[in-house]
């Protein structure tokens, strides 16, 4: 696919040369790595994603076309796209369109024929940092724009991305009830599968009150995904704190992160964070891996609720569980973590013994990826209906 | 859950010689898990009959038994090593059928030995086509509609159940032997009995037609612990209706939305997890109707495959490594990634680099076949290739399969396509055969659209519009030609574009009419060289510690600093026939010798299926094609101390000489002296000058010059038009009429279009015509030895059982000889220290003499590692690929003995035999008759203490199943007669019954051996034919008369060879199997481990 010349510079100077394939103009963006190798349309239309520029690692991207329904928003919600090959002719009996075409309607950058392997490792040694492309443009200007852009540490993007108003989800199948989805940057997928369980899905914003929200007489409370910090999402954490204990909860990635700081748990920045479609990780009841879909930047971390402090991470060999704590003591009982990340030792999910709330870090929703996780909807739907038998 | 502490000692079958469809892959798997299960602390007792495999080095196990893979066999190797458990996954289909068959003998039970990695019903229900489709739609899974037919009445009524065309499938086969569609009732009737005779069950799956929908391969990991994952993704262009093995397949998959493969992915495991696979790797092979998405699983594999070796190499995950310690106990997560070191093996393997898989044929050597490839595997090799991009990785593949071509054309070898008219393009493209994708290449040349060719070929359009992207460099490359000749820079922008498509430098200079040599130095002077990318199976988000690389033209180079001298080793790219993994095994040898001297080595190689593509083999491994650009540039990078030819056969023999013109150290031999040994004419004038005699002999540039030199040496001769390697198109012709008609076949006919030469359409003043005196009823001979500038080591004599004149590759050997006089070994032994002396030999020599009486003539010397390398390492227990890659390092023997690598003491007291496996069963209408071309696929060996009985145990290994009571069919040549009656009396004493037609009766009465007269062909009702058909044959013993196609005797051998009774081409090896009977079938069946051998 050819092109006219564009540049890419991060925020510590590094300059790569690809080709302009996507919109004209400039974007900047916190560059961060996916390594899935299909779903590319699923994660540029990933409200996570907002403000950041994805590089995509695998070789051609665009194979397959765009379809209306693989989409996670109304629109593409990443910055920017840094790929090694874009396919200018796509083949999928499913295909509506070619990617190529998709992102320019939609103004998103993209750079292709970029030494996309060198990028990702310069992402990998240095971690995410800001990055300005564009063609058009010298590299000193990006420069400038790369080096001055603002870091994701402290920004609240999530209250950017919310719906601005509440809507309706209906339920499809045999109705069961209502979930409210406290919405950080939910991707469709997510109310999909809450409706095929059968609940009417009410999407609220992430300024919602608690009280707002029991006033739906929700069976249940679900918490999105998201982009970026969750530390500065004060009003969420408060809306979540107020219905800890009254509610089932059930959060996912950024959703995950606020529930752990209502708990009273910290949060903190990775290195260059888990884009992907690979991550295993293990379930700690019983000791299974599922291979999962992931894409945060920020972790949570249990040690600020346990006695002791976090050991080191192995220099070699595999990371194991003593790098979480046994368990944790919150104001809302005892909690525990549920999930690792086998990677890298990171907490991946946690569930509360005394009140009926649970999270986990990746997606079970897949969209895309492994959906090996699948079977936590069910959990979240057990959760309720325990609550209900036992209200 | 930890490795399992309740079994200690493990045994792994091997898969046997390498066959169409099952290769050196099932080495590379068999030598991981042995390793990985010693490493645990496992007794590891292996049996294999194939001796040119690295598993079968007395070191990768405890007890090794070089012994056929029959239940037989087995039962008295476990009787002996009484094994807890044994691991039936990593030896191909042979292993799982083997294990089938002692199963249900009871053998495991009554020897308290578990199965681990798949228990029988798993295999069962995988393998039993009725018993998987049921179990898939159990699951929900969907089948393609089919039924299964034990006759053919069944087959017949499902067959117009299910309308045509349709698919027939046997049961429990190994690379789809047997299969094939057929359109109507007329070919369905053929192909359903061929199929339930081939089926040893005999059971045939009827099956809906899904040819030309897209093709899929899934490799899955499953744990005992239920976890799953997929390793490795694979999407075919050729779509269904092409066996996986001979279609050029890519890795990941291109053209699948995340959606459709997330279910594939979920079907996939779900498939292992209902056939019952405990744990270990299988693959899952499914077909998606391009038009509408639907998707149907076609088959899985209960073990691991040549598709897991593929996924292996393609991922850098090593599949049956992991296998093996799954079987034993450990889970998944439990296992670290080798490559990262601190992520564990329960993940999936993310790709940022495209890799493609071209199949190798060899048409050419089976003239009955044709080139249509269908859905039973006919390819005799794979080269693989990795490139950032798939137009990358795609012409590198097709560069690396050395059949002539550079890359996607661009070259020489596409200029017979001009002539094609458009339609008969269209229409050939329409037919999967190995040149196929070349005519598509042309098609878009031609400006014919994307969907067009894609209509024509079922390529998916992604991949034909990818293909025109290559088409659209191209013709910016020759736009550029005159800019070429102005300014180098003006040429940067294409040049650097064309080699990001993969473009080779043989290809621009053959679109710029520039050398490839020119062309080297433009890009060198530009800076467009290579940089080297990591496999790291993580697509770069963790570090990498296993330099595992490929090259492609990017911003970052990722080779490692290196602290010690280097040496790289040059492998032996896709098999062939005649060279395979015999070379490979030299190679791996040198790797481990020069790596324990303290070299850092460095693999270079193209071949996913082989140990020495094991980023585990080498400090180092350059998974790139075998060509002077490819090797130039990685010397360039790595600046190696000296690079070693000598081992990996002809492919890096070829590259030798311009390595060296171009400044590349070659370790040992120099490439002059290799040169000189392959000029014909130096040749001879050195034989003279040392007094070693050769067959009278002669080159001819004409038809004339050749009956000339026929007058003054006399027939028979053995001719072949020269610069034609591995014995191709070489005849024995013995009238001058025969001369005439082998000149018009090789030098009359016209050029085939390149894919695979065809033999045919050779030039007289390019390929002058060499002719030797045919020696007939001659003993032919071989040696492998090595020399150091000092001191010659001989490594054995091996004495054929077939006479000379028959391929090497093809005939039985055994060593020590058993009727070569201690003259005649003298004569042998010192024309090899004077000719290895006088070549400056500094490594391996092999030479092969022809013996008659005690004349002793010498018909070949090639300075370098020869195919029987492996054999006599294994039956003199030495280690000669070792020691010869330090020789060639600058060590002595005499250093090398006192370091302990070559050893002291005697050489053990056996016979060992090497029997050659043919595969007839893949042509099944070709004449089964031995000659000078070669067209084995494999070796297997047999040792015992006696020649009769080792040769026993080989023809056992080689699958021929010698009768011990009954008729034996003699029907003799002439000249065969008399070395036949001897023979012929040793079957009578046996008590065999003796049938022959009137010639062969009248001699042996002559001679006063009784028998039984029967009609030749078509003499009367109840004729030879018919006695074979119809089962009244034990064995056939029929030697060919000449070459004419329709000679009663091919039609006796044929209807043998479908009556699936064995049959005997030379009077040698009837005299041999003989033999092997007096010794009895007891002492076949007796099991010894090369480790006591040895001992």
């Known amino acids: 696919m050819r092109g006219t010349e564009a540049l890419a510079v991060t925020a510590d100077g590094a300059v790569f040369r690809g080709r302009s394939v996507g919109a004209e103009g400039i974007a900047v963006g916190e560059v961060v790595f996916n390594t899935a190798m299909a779903g590319y349309q699923e994660i540029f239309s990933d409200p996570s994603y907002a403000g950041q520029v994805v590089v995509m690692t695998a070789s051609h991207i665009g194979n397959y076309g765009v379809a209306t329904g693989d989409d996670q928003a109304d629109k593409p919600w990443a910055k920017g796209v840094i790929v090694r090959s874009l396919s200018r002719r796509e083949s999928n009996w499913r295909s509506e369109g070619t990617l190529a075409d998709y992102l320019r309607a939609h103004g998103l950058v993209a750079l292709s024929d970029v030494d996309t392997r060198r990028l990702t490792r310069h992402i990998r040694d240095h971690g995410a940092q800001p990055i300005a492309m564009g063609s058009g443009v010298d590299e000193a200007e990006l420069r400038d724009a790369a080096a001055t852009a603002p870091h994701m540490t402290g920004l609240d993007l999530a209250t950017a991305v919310s719906t601005p108003e509440p809507y309706v989800v209906d339920a499809t199948g045999e109705r069961r009830g209502t979930v409210v989805a406290l919405d950080l940057g939910m991707k469709r997928d997510i109310a999909r599968n809450l409706a095929a369980q059968g609940y009417t899905v009410h999407v609220v914003p992430a300024s919602t009150a608690a009280a707002d929200i029991l006033l739906r007489r929700p069976d249940g409370v679900f918490l999105s995904n998201g982009p970026g910090d969750p530390e500065p999402l004060h009003q969420p954490i408060e809306t979540i704190r107020g219905l800890l204990g009254q509610v089932p909860i059930f959060g996912i990635c950024l959703g995950h992160q606020v529930l752990g700081l209502a708990l009273g748990a910290t949060t903190y920045k990775l290195p260059f964070g888990h884009h992907g479609g690979n991550h295993p990780v293990l379930r700690l009841a019983d000791g299974r891996v599922e291979i999962t879909s992931q894409n945060h930047g920020f972790a949570v971390d249990p040690w600020a609720l346990a006695d002791g402090s976090a050991p080191d991470v192995p220099t070699d060999g595999l990371p194991g569980p003593d790098l979480l704590p046994a368990t944790m003591t919150s104001e809302f009982g005892a909690v525990t973590p549920s999930h690792q990340n086998l990677n890298d030792g990171t907490l991946e999910g946690l569930r509360c013994l005394d009140i009926p709330a649970f999270s986990v870090q990746y997606h079970p929703e897949a969209a895309p990826g492994p959906r090996d996780a699948l079977g936590l909807f069910d959990d979240f739907v057990t959760l309720m209906e325990d609550a209900d038998a036992t209200a | 859950m930890p490795r399992r502490d309740d079994i200690h000692s493990i045994l792994l079958i091997g898969s046997g010689p390498i066959v169409i469809g099952q290769a050196c892959e099932f080495d590379y798997s068999g030598t991981q898990a042995a390793k990985v299960l010693r490493k645990e602390g496992y007794r590891v007792v292996l049996v294999n009959s194939n001796p040119a495999t690295i598993m079968t080095d007395p070191e990768f196990a405890d007890a090794t038994y070089i012994e056929p893979i029959t239940a037989e066999v087995i039962e008295r190797i476990i009787d002996k090593e009484r094994p807890d458990a044994c691991l039936p996954t990593l030896g191909g289909q042979t292993a799982l059928n083997v294990t089938t068959e002692l199963a249900k003998a009871g053998v495991f039970e009554r020897y308290d030995v578990e199965l681990i990695g798949a228990g029988l019903d798993a295999i069962d229900k995988a393998e039993d086509r009725g018993r998987f489709k049921e179990t898939m739609e159990e699951a929900g899974l969907a089948t393609p509609r089919a039924t299964y037919a034990r006759s053919m009445t069944e087959a017949m009524h499902a067959a117009r159940d299910i309308g045509y065309p349709v698919m027939i499938r046997p049961s429990f086969i190994l690379g789809g032997g047997g299969t094939g569609v057929a359109h109507d009732e007329t070919e369905f009737i053929a192909k359903a009995r061929y199929g339930l005779d081939y089926s040893p069950v005999g059971e045939i799956l009827v099956e809906e037609s899904v040819l030309g929908w897209k093709e899929y391969e899934l490799e899955v990991m499953r744990d005992r612990a239920g976890n799953g994952v997929i390793v490795c993704s694979i999407e075919n262009l050729d779509a269904m209706g092409v066996h996986t093995g001979d279609s050029i397949t890519v890795a990941p998959v291109q053209t699948l939305s995340d959606r459709e493969y997330q279910e594939m992915r979920d079907e996939a495991i779900k498939c292992l997890q209902v056939i019952g696979v405990e744990t270990g790797g299988s693959n899952v092979q499914f077909a998606v109707d391009p038009a509408t998405g639907r998707r149907l699983v076609i088959e899985m594999n209960p073990r691991v495959s040549r598709s897991s070796a593929l996924a292996s190499k393609a991922t850098g995950f090593p599949i049956a490594k992991i296998a093996a310690l799954l079987a034993v106990g450990y889970t998944l997560p439990e296992i670290a990634n080798d490559i990262t070191g601190k992520t564990p ?432 009823a001659a003993t032919e001979v071989d040696v492998d030895a090595i020399y150091d500038g000092h001191e010659l080591l001989v490594g054995g004599i091996m004495e054929h059982v077939e006479e000379a004149g028959i391929h090497s590759g093809d005939s039985a050997c055994i060593t020590p000889p058993p009727t070569l006089s201690p003259e005649a070994q003298d004569v042998i032994l010192r024309a090899t220290e004077d000719l290895a002396e006088a070549l400056e030999v500094r490594g391996l020599i092999n030479l092969q003499f022809a013996v008659k009486a005690n004349d002793v003539f010498l018909l070949e010397a090639n300075p370098r590692g020869s195919r029987t390398v492996p054999f006599i390492s294994k039956a003199a227990n030495v280690p000669l690929a070792k020691v010869a890659a330090r020789v060639m390092m600058g060590a002595t023997l005499a250093e090398l003995r006192t370091e302990g690598l070559l050893p002291t003491e005697q050489r053990p007291d056996f016979v060992s035999v090497k029997e050659a496996v043919l595969p007839w069963n893949r042509f099944p209408e070709e004449d089964i008759v031995l000659g000078p071309e070669m067209r084995a696929t494999g070796e297997v060996m047999g040792i015992s203490d006696t020649a009769g009985v080792a040769y026993g145990k080989a023809l056992l290994a080689a699958g021929l199943e010698l009768p011990e009571t009954g008729n034996v069919f003699f029907s003799l040549a002439d000249r065969d007669k008399a070395f036949g009656l001897a023979a012929a009396q040793a079957f009578t004493m046996l008590g065999f019954k003796l049938i022959c037609t009137s010639g062969t009766g009248r001699y042996l009465d002559h001679y006063g051996v009784p028998n039984e007269l029967v009609p030749k062909v078509g003499e009367a009702e109840h004729d030879t034919l018919d006695l074979i058909e119809s089962g009244q044959v034990d064995l056939v013993v029929n030697t060919p008369r000449g070459r004419r196609a329709r000679s009663d005797g091919r039609q006796i051998r044929l209807a043998a060879q479908h009556a699936g009774i064995p049959a005997l081409t030379t009077v040698q090896g009837a005299l041999a199997a003989a033999r092997s009977l007096q010794a009895g079938r007891g002492a076949v069946a007796e099991v010894r481990s090369l480790q006591d051998w040895h001992s």
Not at chain 2, 470 to 493: C, G, K, M, S, W
Not at chain 2, 695 to 713: L, R
Request: overall charge negative; proline content about 6%; aromatic content about 8%.
């Open chain 2, 345 to 776: 093996a329960s993940f999936e393997p993310a790709l940022d680099y495209v890799v493609v898989k071209a199949p190798r044929f060899d048409f050419a050597k089976f003239p009955s076949a044709s080139n249509v490839l269908g859905t039973s595997m006919q390819s005799v090799g794979e080269a693989m290739a990795i490139g950032r991009t798939f137009p990358e990785a795609f012409q590198k593949a097709l560069r690396s399969l050395e059949t002539g071509r550079a890359g996607f054309n661009a070259d020489a070898g596409e200029s017979t396509y001009g002539d094609i008219p458009d339609a008969q393009l269209l229409e050939r493209i329409a037919i999967p055969t190995p040149s196929r994708v070349f005519l598509v290449g042309e098609a878009l040349r031609r400006g014919m659209s994307v969907t067009e060719v894609a209509a024509a070929s079922h390529y998916d359009p992604w991949f034909v519009d990818q293909m025109a992207e290559i088409y659209e460099v191209r013709a910016d490359v020759e736009a550029a030609q005159l800019l070429a000749a102005a300014a180098d820079d003006a040429v940067l922008p294409v040049l650097t574009e064309a080699k990001r498509y993969g473009f080779s430098d043989r290809q621009l200079a053959h679109l710029w009419q520039r050398t490839e040599d020119e062309i080297r130095d433009l890009r060198r002077r530009l800076g467009v060289t290579p940089t080297y990318k990591t496999v790291d199976t993580c697509a770069a988000e963790f570090e990498a510690h296993t330099p595992y690389l490929y090259s492609t033209f990017e911003d970052e180079d990722e080779v490692p600093p290196a602290d010690r001298p280097r040496v790289v080793v040059l492998g032996s790219g896709p098999n062939r026939i005649g060279q395979g993994i015999e070379f490979d095994y030299c190679c791996v040898h040198a790797a481990f010798a020069l790596g324990d001297a303290g070299y850092e080595t460095v693999m270079v190689n193209c071949n996913p299926e082989t140990v020495s593509t094991d980023y585990d083999t080498s400090d180092r491994l350059y998974f790139e094609p075998l060509t002077v650009e490819d090797v130039l540039a990685i010397v360039e990078s790595e600046q190696p101390e000296a690079v070693v030819v000598q081992l990996g056969g002809q492919t890096p023999l070829n590259l030798a000489s311009q390595l060296a013109e171009r400044g590349v150290p070659i370790a040992g031999t120099a490439p002059a002296s290799i040169d000189r040994a392959e000029d014909r004419e130096q040749f001879s004038a050195l034989c003279r000058e040392l007094g070693i005699r050769q067959p009278p002999h002669g080159i001819a540039t004409s038809a004339v010059q050749a009956e000339d030199i026929v007058d003054q040496i006399g027939l028979p001769v053995l001719v072949r038009p020269s610069f034609v390697l591995g014995g191709r198109a070489m005849r024995v012709v013995y009238s001058y009429e025969e001369l005439t008609e082998y000149l018009d076949e090789m030098y009359g006919g016209v050029t085939g279009d390149g894919a695979a030469s065809t033999g045919a359409g050779f030039d007289l003043a390019d390929r002058p015509l060499l002719i030797d005196r045919f020696l007939e």
